[in-house]
């Protein structure tokens, strides 16, 4: 089992930053992609960013060049670098791990969420 624990959630005005962390513990698998997606408030979850084990990336459009995504795979954690944030922006973050356990096949662990909100 895999347990991921997000932090670094926040109120924000437009323009500005925040950087949010997740943490992954239990049975980490080599073939995994770790990435943020987020969800809005009627809307579906959508993925952000996310970051193979060796360090290719993929971004939504809509946050190209002011996102950034980064892995640490010593320590199993995957952080989320949001710059000129939007009121757009704003959703409920989750973290994801997809372990490719039989390639295409996968399975998905989530952590809880954490709000970002972007307003004056």
């Known amino acids: 089992q895999v347990q991921l624990v997000e932090s670094g959630g926040g109120l924000v005005q437009p323009g500005g930053s925040l950087r949010l962390s997740c943490a992954a513990s239990g049975s980490i698998f080599s073939e995994n992609v770790m990435g943020w997606y987020r969800q809005a408030p009627g809307k579906q979850r959508e993925l952000v960013a996310t970051i193979a084990r060796g360090g290719s990336t993929n971004y939504a459009d809509s946050v190209k060049g002011r996102f950034t995504i980064s892995r640490d795979n010593t320590k199993n954690t995957v952080d989320l670098q949001m710059n000129s944030l939007k009121p757009e922006d704003t959703a409920v973050y989750f973290c994801?791990?997809?372990?490719?356990?039989?390639?295409?096949?996968?399975?998905?662990?989530w952590g809880q969420g954490t709000q970002v909100t972007v307003s004056s």
């Open positions: 994801n791990v997809r372990w490719y356990y039989r390639f295409p096949n996968y399975r998905d662990y």
